[in-house]
Every structure is written in structure tokens, then in C-alpha cells.
């Protein structure tokens, strides 16, 4: 990185967490501080929703996710626009009614005080493991540029989000996701555009789009039933459906978001506008990846992105026969060139070779057995060594190949994301304890500046417990499907609960408690038996049908558990 980089990088990031506590200090009570006084316009309630689920994973792990799987990915958000539907008609006006600071305070009215923590405790469990996730994302990136230790840079990271979250709330959260989106789509469409102006002179974007396609990177539509299948327009449509509905409808980090719209039509409004634009922001996120691909296909490329991989190799007995791999790498690589440019002159000519399309799916095969090698070599130097790149890929592209100033700031992009998200989860952490269980669990009366000193200091908390679960965080498959993992894990049930209280209005508290700690516990014996104990790609069940079981297991079980109750309280009447 250049000096230029630098001062790009840190003038954006400083700006944000100044502004954000120019703008918001001395928050005078909780309402303040956790709905920002309900005075958030319906776009920046939108532009705020989408800021939160945008987080640095999404930046450094969506484009690694297209460039060895495709698009395939973007059919998980295909329930989005119909969750955001249902929300608006059927959630938003329910909170809006009870008036409430969480989504939790609805159970109990709507049920009783066990539900209400049950669900509220569920969410602190799985928010507070992502939220440990969202910091150690950007780690990553500052670990690998500068060779600091990450231990070191998820403090500082934790610490520069807890700054301005923890004197501004909701209120600073918001006013900087307004600078933090503008960074993003601006360094976003600006990478494109360069990667387009980077490839070959005789390449127009069409045949980019064939080589992908040629690769298999653009099958984007998936007709399985197979449950096997992660990604497929039924899993999207609906283990992906529930997922969103959870999490933009119970989930506090999101919740928070819109109840501090100005009236429920501005919070509406608000989630269709994120309806209408997320889908087509990871579409292009993807499809940057996609591109960086094929940019990869005419420049020189590393048997792994990761560079902690290479550093042990140098330093261990399979040097050589790593060095051996990366020059068949390079002679592949030619290879590939010569036949890239071929494929494309028969486009140029109106002309879809079917022989050369073959080919090159056959030196990408070619490739990836190399790249398996090269991982076969890595796992015999170190056991523990993280073999898989995907999160990677982006980063190396970045720091790589772009020009001066550029680098700073597609890293601000990815380093505002994460402050973007983190912060939402802090608050929604902190609001959900010191609402749902502290205030609720406390037998003296707090005055309005005791609970929001408790707020404050619950989100001081959490940031020193998401830092603690960064230092210990691994890389899984790549960090985007660890954070849809956990939140699938956990949103079925929680959905379920709300399903319940919104459309079963004869199901009670007793009822609904116990259904949804038996589907909790029966979800955890699902993922393990059909998901964990499989190698990737092997598994028995997409994660994403996780959400659909959950939600489904607690309202049939609940419903099935009072019906039985009701029959048992008229037969002792009788």
C-alpha cells in the first residue's frame, strides 16, 4: 500500500467515527439512545437495514464465494422481497401498536415472561457469536496487508466500533451508515468498472460473461429437489424466505433499524426499498467476483490466495514440491490465455465453439486439481493450517492490481461495512439485555438515566465479548455461510414463536414455551447429524432448511401441544 492508500483509508474511517459522535453525543434518555427518539426518515431507515446485513463479510467473502462457485449463491436471497412483504403487512404494524423497544417485549404481552427471555436469549446466543464473526472478517484483511497479528487488530477494531456506538446508540449507528453506503457503492462500482478496462482490448463485457459461462460460473437458476443441494430457487425461496423473515422480523439487530422509523409507513417504506435494492446489490457483488475470475484467466494467479499458506510452505519440506505445483500453475496459466483469447476471437466472429468451451472447462479441472494438491501439501505442513481461500481471493485482487489510491479505498469499503454492521449488533445486543432481561428481572424501579447508563454499559460489554469470540474465531467453509449458518441454526425457532403469536391466536404460553425448546433441541440434533459431521459439500441437508424446520416444528408442535391441553381441561370439567 502506498501513502496515498493510507491517507485515503484512515481520513474515511476517522470522518465516520467522528461525525457519528459529533452528531449524536449526550443521548438524554433510552428512547434516545435505542430508537433515536423515532425520528429516522424512511430512506435512511432503508439505506440503515441494508448498511446492517452489508457487513465486511459480505464484501470480503461474497466475491471469493462467485469466483470458485458462481452465482449460483444470489438464489439464497430470492425469499428476501417476499419476507419484506410480509413484514411490512403483518409485523411492522403489530410493534408499532404495542410500542415497544424490542421485538421481545411482544411475547410476553402476547404470551408470558419465559417466552419472552427464551427467544431473547436465543438471539443474544447466536448475535453475539456473529457479532465476534463481523470483526474478525476485517482482521483478516489488516493481518494479511500489514502482517500484524489479528488478536491485536480485533481489538483495535472492537474498540473503534464501541467508541461511537457506545456514547451515540441507534442514533450513531444511523447517521454513519449514510457515509458508510455511499463508500461502499461508490468503491463497488468503481472496482468494476476497472476490472472491465483491465481485460484483454478485443474482450467486450458479452464475452467475459461467455467465458464464465463456459467455466460454469453463471448457472445462476438451480430446479433440485435434491435436499442435498445448498443453493437451489427452493431452498432460496423458501429455507431462504424463513431465514429473512427471522431475521428481518425478529431480529433485534434489524428490528432496531426500522421501529426507529417516524411512523410505521416510514418503516415500511424503508424495508421495500431494501427489498427492491439487496437483491440486486449481491447480484452485483457476485458478479464482481465473477469478473475477477475471468480476469484471472489472462493474469497470473497463486495455487492459494491465502498468504499465511505460502509463508509455511517456504518454511517447511514441501518447498519444493509446492514450488514444483506453482510452476505448472504458470504453465497452465498460459495455457489458459492462449486458449481464452481463441474462445474469444470465435465470439468476436459470431461463433460459440463448443470444442473450445470443453477445453476450457477441462484446464479448469486441470487447475483445480493443482489447487487440491497445493492443499494436500499445505495440511501435511501444518494439520491445523486453514486450507480453504475463498475469503481471500478479493483481498488479493485488491492489494494486487489496482491502482494508487483505489486500494485505500476498497479496503475503507470493507473496514466501513464491518463498523456498519458491528455496530448494529452492539446496540441490538445491548438493548435486547438491558430491556428483555435486566429491566425486566429487577425488582426496584430504574429511572430513565439508570437504564440508559445500563444500556450503555451492556454495550460496552458485548463489544468486549465479541472481541474475546474474535480471538478464538476460525475460518469455516468462508465467513458469509458461517454467519447464515449460525443465524439458521437458531432463526427457525425464534420465527416460530412469532408465527405463532401473530396467526395461532389460540395457542398459549405453556404451550409455546415448551414447543420451542423442544424444536431447539431438535434442530441442534438435526444440523449435527445431517450437516456437521459431513465433510463439505457432502452434507445430507442444505443448512438453509434449518429455518423452514425450526419455525415449522415449533407451530405444529405447539398447536398439536394446546389442542391437547384444551381436550385435557374439558374432559376434568366434565
Request: proline residues 2%; charged residues 15%; hydrophobic residues 45%.
Amino acid at each position: 500500500m502506498q501513502q496515498i492508500d493510507w491517507i485515503i483509508l484512515s481520513a474515511t474511517l476517522l470522518f465516520i467515527i467522528f461525525y457519528g459522535v459529533y452528531k449524536t453525543r449526550g443521548s438524554k434518555n433510552v428512547e434516545e439512545y435505542i430508537l433515536a427518539n423515532k425520528e429516522t426518515p424512511w430512506w435512511l431507515v432503508g439505506l440503515s437495514v441494508m448498511a446492517t446485513q452489508a457487513s465486511a463479510i459480505t464484501f470480503l467473502s461474497t466475491p471469493g464465494q462467485a469466483y470458485h462457485d458462481g452465482m449460483g449463491f444470489i438464489q439464497f436471497y430470492f425469499g428476501l422481497p417476499i419476507a419484506m412483504i410480509v413484514i411490512c403487512i403483518v409485523f411492522i404494524p403489530i410493534y408499532h401498536k404495542y410500542k415497544i423497544f424490542t421485538a421481545y417485549q411482544y411475547l410476553e404481552q402476547r404470551f408470558d415472561v419465559k417466552t419472552r427471555s427464551l427467544a431473547a436469549i436465543l438471539f443474544l446466543i447466536q448475535r453475539g457469536l456473529a457479532a465476534g464473526i463481523t470483526i474478525y472478517a476485517p482482521s483478516i484483511i489488516l493481518s494479511t496487508l500489514l502482517g500484524w497479528n489479528i488478536t491485536a487488530l480485533n481489538i483495535i477494531i472492537g474498540i473503534s466500533v464501541i467508541f461511537y456506538t457506545f456514547i451515540g446508540g441507534t442514533k450513531a449507528v444511523n447517521v454513519t451508515q449514510k457515509q458508510q453506503m455511499f463508500v461502499i457503492l461508490v468503491g463497488m462500482f468503481v472496482t468494476f468498472y476497472l476490472i472491465l478496462h483491465m481485460l484483454p482490448n478485443e474482450m467486450t463485457f458479452s464475452n467475459a460473461l461467455h467465458i464464465a459461462g463456459a467455466n460454469d460460473k453463471m448457472n445462476i437458476l438451480d430446479f433440485s429437489l435434491d435436499t442435498e443441494t445448498r443453493y437451489t430457487v427452493w431452498t432460496g425461496i423458501t429455507g431462504g424466505f424463513f431465514l429473512m423473515l427471522s431475521y428481518f422480523g425478529t431480529d433485534q439487530t434489524q428490528v432496531g433499524r426500522y421501529l426507529s422509523g417516524k411512523t410505521d409507513r416510514e418503516s415500511q417504506m424503508g424495508l421495500i426499498l431494501n427489498g427492491f435494492l439487496k437483491v440486486p446489490m449481491q447480484f452485483f457483488i457476485l458478479l464482481t467476483g465473477v469478473m475477477v475470475f475471468v480476469f484471472f484467466q489472462f493474469n497470473t494467479v497463486p495455487l492459494n490466495f491465502n498468504p499465511n499458506n505460502k509463508a509455511l510452505i517456504e518454511h517447511s519440506k514441501y518447498k519444493e514440491e509446492y514450488q514444483d505445483l506453482e510452476k505448472k500453475l504458470t504453465n497452465l496459466g498460459e495455457e489458459k490465455k492462449e486458449y481464452n483469447l481463441l474462445y474469444i476471437d470465435h465470439l468476436n466472429q459470431n461463433f460459440d465453439n463448443p470444442i473450445l468451451r470443453n477445453k476450457l472447462k477441462e484446464l479448469a479441472g486441470r487447475e483445480k486439481d493443482l489447487r487440491d494438491q497445493a492443499k494436500e501439501l499445505i495440511e501435511k505442513a501444518d494439520i491445523k493450517a486453514e486450507t480453504n481461500d475463498k475469503d481471500y481471493v478479493f483481498l488479493h485482487f485488491i492489494l494486487n492490481y489496482l491502482p494508487k489510491g483505489l486500494i485505500g479505498l476498497l479496503l475503507a469499503v470493507i473496514l466501513s461495512a464491518a463498523m456498519s454492521s458491528s455496530a448494529s449488533e452492539l446496540t441490538a445486543l445491548a438493548s435486547t439485555t438491558a430491556i428483555d432481561i435486566y429491566k425486566r428481572n429487577t425488582k426496584s424501579e430504574l429511572t430513565e438515566k439508570q437504564l440508559l447508563y445500563s444500556t450503555q454499559l451492556f454495550t460496552l460489554g458485548w463489544g468486549i465479548i465479541a472481541i474475546l469470540f474474535a480471538c478464538f474465531c476460525t475460518l469455516f467453509e468462508n465467513l458469509i455461510q458461517l454467519v447464515n449458518l449460525l443465524g439458521s441454526i437458531f432463526y427457525g425457532t425464534v420465527l416460530g414463536i412469532f408465527l405463532v403469536g401473530f396467526l395461532f391466536k389460540f395457542v398459549k404460553g405453556k404451550s409455546i414455551f415448551y414447543s420451542a425448546v423442544l424444536s431447539q433441541i431438535s434442530i441442534f440434533f438435526i444440523y449435527y447429524y445431517f450437516i456437521h459431521i459431513y465433510p463439505s459439500g457432502q452434507e445430507k441437508l442444505g443448512y438453509l432448511w434449518l429455518n423452514f424446520i425450526g419455525a415449522t416444528l415449533t407451530i405444529v408442535i405447539s398447536s398439536s401441544l394446546q389442542l391437547l391441553l384444551n381436550l385435557k381441561n374439558r374432559t376434568i370439567k366434565s
